[in-house]
């Protein structure tokens, strides 16, 4: 099976150019195999992408956008459900592909095995999963929201920090004095330690 991505190589649109770049990008960085086809400089490869691209799949001027992903005939889908697959580690049944031998992906024969009561383990534990990573998403947002405000307050900080009050000023002017008669303190030994 061939993953077929499509693209548009003479794009003038920024967005679809790093969108394309980051999809042919992911497949080699996993070494998955995969052929970039060109819809821009070939009519053929344009006329099978937007004609096999599902109906619903489609945006409202009818015109799918590259890169639009394909296993061999089998549409994936576009670079927003690649996206989603692969920021929930489900990529490679997005693709239609069997995760390679060693991956995380793959299930060992034992947390697939049956329960004594004929439950199957693997089962009840991918559905617990997804539970826990809906609840840890939620946890992220709220966490950037709280980055974000912790942003915010070393922005006004940092422009606090321009203004000095005289209480500040004073109070930087004694510890360089301080640090200047210490300073002057050792210098004085040392000399002293010479005659």
Known sequence: MVIKVFVATSSGSIAIRKKQQEVVGFLEA????????????????????????????KPQNGIPLPPQIFNEEQYCGDFDSFFSAK????????????????????????????????????????????TEKTEESGENEAQKEDNGD???????????????????????????EAEEAEKGEEAGEEEGEDS
């Open 30 to 57: 996993n070494k998955i195999d995969f052929k970039e086809l060109d819809i821009a400089g070939d009519e053929d490869n344009r006329k099978w992408m937007r004609e096999n691209v599902p109906g619903e799949k």
């Open 87 to 130: 920021e929930e580690n489900i990529i490679y049944s997005f693709l239609g592909l069997a995760p390679p031998p060693g991956s995380k992906v793959e299930k060992s024969s034992e947390e697939t095995s049956s329960l004594p009561n004929g439950d199957v383990v693997g089962e009840e534990q991918s559905s617990e999963e997804g």
């Open 150 to 176: 912790a942003g915010d307050l070393a922005e006004s900080q940092e422009k606090n920090t321009g203004e000095v009050t005289e209480d500040g000023a004073e109070g930087e002017a004694e510890e360089e």
